[in-house]
């Protein structure tokens, strides 16, 4: 274990001894006194004084002993050394064990231990938001190819494993029975069809013998129409000749009125007559008497010529009334002649009148005949209608009967079909569970083969019930991204988020979640295990330091910030997530800042630092391939540059910043 310990400390990976504990070899250990700290000037002095010697020995003794005392002192150099590299690597081994931080202390020579490191720089950028979780894979689609139908099998058209397609032909069964039972339920549904026909054509005759009723019916119904028309008509004409008969009543009576009318106007002509004449007369004797007293000269001739004149004016009007009274007498003449045509013209139309009410009479029998023939034609059509009820219950009887050797016929048929049995989906064929001669029976539990369906694929994954709530938030604005990734195979292939169970598992407290890959290239493989991230969305301007920077202690995570003065500091911090090799930061750290990325195990709080370079790492394998001695002088070399350079070449590699 020493040697181990030694070895390790030459190649830098434990505490190294400084070259000041191994000049202790050529320096006396009872004058020597060990500084917990002292600068390092004042330890070279200490070192390069010459030893003390005690008061009681004179220099005489002294010299005499100094031979001895070499040997004895180089003898206790080593068991010193021995028991400080013991008492080192034990202090290692509990300072590995112990994760609380404590400030670094120097060594016992005196000087501060300075690690070499290598950092990196706290960056912002975006980072996906993602959950991780242990998927498998598990075809899309499984089905198990069962026999439907008895029979031997005759053909098997594909390999085990092969990739089959949807309708592909995978076995033929033995289907001469099935054949036989198909003729024979096409016998019986020819039998039917010809029923049906029959009951058809009868059908069609029935409906001919309603139609005909109906015409009939429509005809009698129009000669019902037609009588009621003469009927109306025929009344017509007999109040017309009602009509006829009063104008005709009232002209006679109206002659009649004429007549009596004339009739007076003759008396009154004759009365005028006879005082027309007695006026003639007395002046006619007026005129003769007065021609007498002219003839005599007692009187004027224009006195004689008056009387003349009105004795002749008198004559006249007596000859006007003769004439008045012959005209009066013509008239009651033809008063009388109008008053004979005038009764004659109502005698006709009392004739008129009853023969129009005996052609009435004539329609008014012909409507009841023809509504008679109606009823007679209605009975008529609800027989034939009866009939044709009768027709069609016919036909659906044989349609029924039809119907149900057609179903007969399509159940042999189907039964026929099971003889083929074809892929009911695209995938990849298992094992073939029967070969041609072997006979099958319909059965669920003993099935022909086994197709399952890889293209695409799906991933099952579950996530605890408490991201539920994001991945909900999430998936509203989309579907969710899932890559997955397995041994042998880094380069994520990428689905769709497409399923969210609907039940949270009480048993471990996780959700259910599927995601659909495009599997073409065969490479996800149903009950293969992935690793499998589900990406909910983008975070911008995330912190993010490589992950071997964030270190876990008692009181949670921490990293090892470098600071301005070449020292570190131990800041603990709030982790988010990971992604590809970067952890996300939440709290703790700024862009800017530098974190120790190697050499965290021999660092604490406070703890000295170098900023390894690119020629640090060519000395390491350099020393590596080396002997011991060469590794004990490279290791010197290292701590001379280490207080020197250190400073120097960390400022070029990397920019100091204050932790805030």
Same mark, same amino acid.
């Given at each position: 274990?020493?040697?181990?310990?030694?070895?390790?400390?030459?190649?830098?990976?434990?505490?190294?001894?400084?070259?000041?504990?191994?000049?202790?070899?050529?320096?006396?250990?009872?004058?020597? %006194?060990?500084?917990?700290?002292?600068?390092?000037?004042?330890?070279? =002095?200490?070192?390069?004084?010459?030893?003390?010697?005690?008061?009681?020995?004179?220099?005489?003794?002294?010299?005499?002993?100094?031979?001895?005392?070499?040997?004895?002192?180089?003898?206790?150099?080593?068991?010193?050394?021995?028991?400080?590299?013991?008492?080192?690597?034990?202090?290692?081994?509990?300072?590995?064990?112990?994760?609380?931080?404590?400030? =670094?202390?120097?060594?016992?020579?005196?000087?501060?231990?300075?690690?070499? +490191?290598?950092?990196?720089?706290?960056?912002?950028?975006?980072?996906? $938001?993602?959950?991780?979780?242990?998927?498998?894979?598990?075809?899309?689609?499984?089905?198990?190819?069962?026999?439907?139908?008895?029979?031997?099998?005759?053909?098997?058209?594909?390999?085990?494993?092969?990739?089959?397609?949807?309708?592909?032909?995978?076995?033929?069964?033995?289907?001469?029975?099935?054949?036989?039972?198909?003729?024979?339920?096409?016998?019986?549904?020819?039998?039917?069809?010809?029923?049906?026909? &029959?009951?058809?054509?009868?059908?069609?005759?029935?409906?001919?013998?309603?139609?005909?009723?109906?015409?009939?019916?429509?005809?009698?119904?129009?000669?019902?129409?037609?009588?009621?028309?003469?009927?109306?008509?025929?009344?017509?004409?007999?109040?017309?000749?009602?009509?006829?008969?009063?104008?005709?009543?009232?002209?006679?009576?109206?002659?009649?009125?004429?007549?009596?009318?004339?009739?007076?106007?003759?008396?009154?002509?004759?009365?005028?007559?006879?005082?027309?004449?007695?006026?003639? &007369?007395?002046?006619?004797?007026?005129?003769?008497?007065?021609?007498?007293?002219?003839?005599?000269?007692?009187?004027?001739?224009?006195?004689?010529?008056?009387?003349?004149?009105?004795?002749?004016?008198?004559?006249?009007?007596?000859?006007?009334?003769?004439?008045?009274?012959?005209?009066?007498?013509? /008239?009651?003449?033809?008063?009388?002649?109008? $008053?004979?045509?005038?009764?004659?013209? +109502?005698?006709?139309?009392?004739?008129?009148?009853?023969?129009?009410?005996?052609?009435?009479?004539?329609?008014?029998?012909?409507?009841?005949?023809?509504?008679?023939?109606?009823?007679?034609?209605?009975?008529?059509? %609800?027989?034939?209608?009866?009939?044709?009820?009768?027709?069609?219950?016919?036909?659906?009887?044989?349609?029924?009967?039809?119907?149900?050797?057609?179903?007969?016929?399509?159940?042999?048929?189907?039964?026929?079909?099971?003889?083929?049995?074809?892929?009911?989906?695209?995938?990849?064929?298992?094992?073939?569970?029967?070969?041609?001669?072997?006979?099958?029976?319909?059965?669920?539990?003993?099935?022909? +083969?086994?197709?399952?369906?890889?293209?695409?694929?799906?991933?099952?994954?579950?996530?605890?019930?408490?991201?539920?709530?994001?991945?909900?938030?999430?998936?509203?604005?989309?579907?969710?991204?899932?890559?997955?990734?397995? /041994?042998?195979?880094?380069?994520?292939?990428?689905?769709?988020?497409?399923? +969210?169970?609907?039940?949270?598992?009480?048993?471990?407290?996780?959700?259910?979640?599927?995601?659909?890959?495009?599997?073409?290239?065969?490479?996800?493989?149903?009950?293969?295990?992935?690793?499998?991230?589900?990406?909910?969305?983008?975070?911008?301007?995330? $912190?993010?330091?490589?992950?071997?920077?964030?270190?876990?202690?008692?009181?949670?995570?921490?990293?090892?910030?470098? &600071?301005?003065?070449?020292?570190?500091?131990?800041?603990?911090?709030?982790?988010?997530?990971?992604?590809?090799?970067?952890?996300?930061?939440?709290?703790?750290?700024?862009?800017?800042?530098?974190?120790?990325?190697?050499?965290?195990?021999?660092?604490?709080?406070?703890?000295?630092?170098?900023?390894?370079?690119?020629?640090?790492?060519?000395?390491?394998?350099?020393?590596?391939?080396?002997?011991?001695?060469?590794?004990?002088?490279?290791?010197? =070399?290292?701590?001379?540059?280490?207080?020197?350079?250190?400073?120097?070449?960390?400022?070029?590699?990397?920019?100091?910043?204050?932790?805030?």
């Amino acid at each position: 274990m020493i040697e181990e310990i030694i070895s390790e400390s030459r190649n830098g990976t434990r505490p190294k001894v400084s070259d000041e504990n191994l000049k202790l070899n050529e320096q006396p250990t009872h004058n020597v %006194e060990i500084v917990s700290e002292s600068p390092k000037d004042a330890l070279r =002095e200490v070192f390069q004084e010459a030893p003390t010697l005690p008061e009681s020995e004179p220099a005489e003794s002294v010299a005499a002993k100094q031979p001895t005392e070499k040997v004895l002192a180089k003898g206790r150099i080593a068991l010193f050394l021995l028991g400080l590299l013991l008492v080192g690597g034990l202090g290692f081994l509990v300072w590995q064990r112990s994760t609380a931080p404590k400030a =670094e202390k120097p060594s016992r020579s005196g000087r501060l231990q300075i690690t070499p +490191v290598t950092v990196a720089t706290v960056t912002k950028k975006t980072v996906p $938001i993602q959950l991780q979780a242990i998927g498998n894979v598990q075809s899309s689609s499984t089905v198990s190819v069962t026999p439907q139908a008895s029979g031997r099998i005759t053909g098997v058209y594909f390999k085990k494993g092969q990739e089959v397609k949807k309708g592909q032909l995978l076995f033929s069964i033995d289907d001469r029975s099935q054949t036989a039972s198909i003729q024979q339920a096409q016998g019986i549904v020819a039998k039917s069809q010809a029923q049906v026909q &029959q009951s058809t054509a009868n059908l069609s005759k029935d409906q001919g013998v309603v139609e005909q009723a109906r015409a009939t019916l429509d005809k009698d119904r129009g000669m019902v129409e037609q009588a009621k028309a003469t009927l109306q008509k025929d009344q017509g004409l007999v109040e017309q000749a009602k009509t006829t008969l009063q104008k005709d009543q009232g002209l006679v009576e109206q002659a009649k009125m004429t007549l009596q009318k004339d009739q007076g106007a003759v008396k009154q002509a004759i009365a005028t007559l006879t005082k027309d004449r007695a006026q003639a &007369q007395y002046a006619e004797a007026q005129s003769q008497r007065y021609a007498e007293l002219y003839k005599q000269g007692v009187i004027s001739q224009d006195q004689a010529q008056q009387y003349a004149t009105s004795s002749r004016a008198a004559a006249a009007t007596v000859d006007l009334d003769k004439q008045a009274i012959a005209n009066a007498e013509t /008239a009651v003449k033809s008063d009388r002649i109008g $008053i004979t045509n005038a009764e004659s013209v +109502v005698k006709g139309d009392l004739v008129a009148i009853a023969n129009a009410e005996t052609a009435v009479k004539s329609d008014l029998v012909g409507i009841e005949n023809a509504e008679t023939a109606v009823k007679s034609d209605l009975v008529g059509i %609800e027989n034939a209608r009866a009939v044709v009820e009768g027709d069609r219950a016919a036909i659906e009887g044989s349609q029924a009967g039809l119907s149900a050797d057609g179903g007969a016929l399509k159940n042999a048929q189907v039964q026929s079909s099971y003889t083929k049995v074809y892929a009911p989906i695209d995938g990849r064929a298992g094992n073939i569970l029967v070969t041609v001669g072997n006979v099958v029976q319909p059965s669920t539990d003993k099935p022909l +083969v086994t197709i399952s369906t890889i293209n695409p694929i799906q991933v099952a994954f579950s996530v605890p019930e408490s991201n539920l709530p994001q991945i909900q938030k999430y998936a509203d604005n989309g579907k969710l991204k899932v890559d997955v990734t397995f /041994a042998g195979n880094n380069r994520p292939i990428s689905g769709t988020l497409s399923f +969210v169970n609907n039940t949270v598992d009480n048993a471990t407290g996780s959700i259910q979640l599927i995601g659909d890959f495009n599997n073409a290239d065969g490479k996800l493989f149903p009950g293969q295990f992935v690793n499998t991230t589900l990406t909910l969305s983008q975070q911008p301007n995330a $912190i993010v330091v490589p992950s071997q920077a964030v270190q876990t202690g008692p009181n949670g995570q921490f990293v090892f910030v470098a &600071q301005e003065d070449d020292t570190v500091d131990n800041v603990p911090v709030v982790v988010s997530n990971t992604i590809n090799g970067l952890t996300v930061i939440q709290k703790g750290l700024d862009a800017g800042d530098e974190v120790v990325t190697d050499g965290q195990a021999n660092l604490v709080d406070g703890s000295k630092i170098r900023i390894k370079t690119a020629a640090d790492s060519k000395d390491n394998s350099d020393t590596t391939k080396g002997n011991n001695n060469s590794d004990t002088s490279a290791a010197k =070399e290292t701590g001379r540059k280490s207080g020197g350079d250190s400073n120097s070449s960390g400022n070029k590699s990397w920019k100091s910043r204050k932790n805030p």
